[in-house]
């Protein structure tokens, strides 16, 4: 066979022992999965559908690697553990062979299974797990996901929280593919967007169950497995209730929550997902450079989806690094710019950042509602805040930059807001990945989010109280210069 480019992509390729299932990225031995990272796999698609072609070692680098410059080593270290995944050499069979200075070609027969095979393997694949297919790769968080596989079955319960769009569903899903191998009894998702009665938790993760590997609550008592549950931050008190009873129950019963706040269970490792790494100017040099900076991927990456022969230049750096910063690396945010690139090209999309909630309103049909605007998905955190709590977060909205609680006090208290009340919902909006908080020289410093602070400061203005605090934020910075008698940070008065 030349070549299999043609199969479906839910095909399932057989060579030697193995059995190739290409929609869910898995390498089966029988019925066990092979430990395969996702690089390989990426190699191995390539070489097994070119079967019996030499395949360059550029050509490979460039389709596993799309957006990062990486040099020939990275390459030959997959193969090399792709041939001692597969047993290469071993009993006299080969697969892949290394044409010099041409690059690697497939050599072992390779064949669709048959029907009977077929059925056998994806029925296997279904008491494996119920994830979604992976339809993009996951960029700039392979450092956080390899300390989630290494860390996970260790400490049983961890919760991966961070604000809306930040990712957490991406990399959370991207765990549990790596872990499928590690949990003999499988490893299911449960998706709580969509419950808003608490009540139903725990009907809805026995319903998850009974579909899925036909076991109840009970059922998982002795069993191996891995639940992701996914969304719980409107549901904080009964999934921390469920987990806690799940854990005590089923000794051998992992956990991966996805919030925006964490469970405040009992064991609960809690792991902050951080922003995509955006280049300082100094980074601007080269595109080689700026490359090596997870937004700049990730833009790079999305863009050339959406605009054939995209390409980065030097000219093009420093619009495309302020578009990720005024974006705050937000991954849901960078890749519904890019989606834009065919229409508004770079300067246009540079233009409109400061109307950014209207730029990023052309969402994926494909997704879930809360992750197919910007906008979608802070309506999604606002809309669960307290009264209270969505009043500070506008008020706040007028302070810039950076900046310490009794600014924040004194900017936004009132009769209705003490100091003490205002200093507890600040800390809840911290909690709930609203507002990030830093230690800067012993002391806590709090900022919102670009796109976080434009939505409230839209809130604000339609609330008619926008000029209001406006001119407290001016008043409090005219005080405190005048009481310290220095000139005030910068962040304060830009």
């Known amino acids: 066979m030349n070549s299999l480019r043609d199969l479906n992509s839910d095909a399932v390729l057989r060579f030697g022992p193995y059995a190739f299932h290409l929609r869910q990225r898995l390498i089966l031995d029988g019925d066990r999965p092979l430990r395969m990272g996702g690089r390989a796999l990426d190699i191995l698609q390539v070489l097994v559908e070119r079967a019996g072609n030499v395949v360059s070692k550029d050509e490979l680098i460039a389709h596993v690697w799309p957006t990062s410059v990486v040099e020939e080593i990275n390459l030959r270290v997959h193969i090399a553990a792709l041939r001692r ?8 069979q080969r697969y892949i062979v290394n044409i010099p200075q041409r690059g690697y070609s497939f050599i072992a027969s390779v064949q669709p299974a048959s029907a009977g095979t077929q059925v056998l393997i994806e029925t296997v694949q279904k008491h494996q797990h119920n994830l979604p297919a992976r339809l993009t790769p996951v960029t700039g968080r392979d450092s956080m996901v390899g300390s989630l596989v290494r860390q996970l079955p260790v400490r049983r319960l961890m919760t991966l929280v961070g604000p809306g769009g930040i990712g957490k569903t991406t990399v959370a899903l991207r765990v549990a593919e790596l872990l499928l191998q590690h949990y003999e009894d499988g490893v299911w998702l449960v998706d709580f967007a969509a419950i808003d009665d608490p009540t139903r938790v ?14 109840t609550l009970d059922g998982l008592a002795n069993r191996h497995t891995l639940l992701v549950l996914d969304n719980c931050d409107h549901l904080l008190e009964h999934c921390r209730t469920l987990v806690e009873d799940l854990l005590m129950s089923a000794p051998r019963l992992s956990i991966l929550v996805t ?16 922003s995509l790494t955006v280049p300082p100017v100094s980074a601007l040099h080269s595109v080689a450079e700026a490359m090596g900076y997870s937004a700049v991927q990730l833009f790079v990456s999305r863009a050339r989806t959406r605009q054939q022969g995209f390409a980065l230049r030097e000219q093009d750096l420093q619009a495309v690094r302020e578009i990720c910063r005024r974006l705050d690396g937000l991954p849901l945010a960078i890749e519904l710019a890019a989606a834009q690139i065919h229409a508004l090209a770079l300067v246009g999309l540079q233009a409109q950042l400061d109307n950014c909630l209207q730029l990023l309103t052309h969402g994926r049909r494909t997704a879930v509602p809360r992750h197919q605007t910007l906008k979608a998905a802070l309506d999604w955190s606002y809309e669960r805040l307290s009264l209270q709590e969505q009043t500070v977060l506008q008020r706040l909205s007028v302070l810039k930059m950076s900046f310490t609680l009794d600014a924040a006090i004194g900017v936004c208290s009132c009769v209705e807001l003490k100091p003490n009340q205002l200093a507890e919902l600040v800390k809840r909006l911290v909690a709930k990945s609203l507002l990030s908080m830093d230690q800067v020289n012993g002391t806590a410093r709090y900022r919102l989010l670009n796109t976080t602070r434009t939505y409230a400061l839209e809130k604000l203005e339609h609330s008619g109280h926008l000029r209001t605090f406006e001119r407290r934020y001016s008043h409090y910075i005219s005080r405190a210069r005048w009481v310290s008698g220095v000139q005030l940070p910068m962040e304060l008065i830009e």
């Open 202 to 215: 725990i009907d809805h993760l026995t319903q998850t169950l009974e579909r899925e590997i036909g076991t």
């Open 85 to 92: 995944a597969l047993g290469d050499g071993q009993n006299g």
């Open 259 to 274: 919030s925006r706040e964490p469970l405040q269970a009992a064991e609960e490792t809690v792991q902050r997902l951080p």
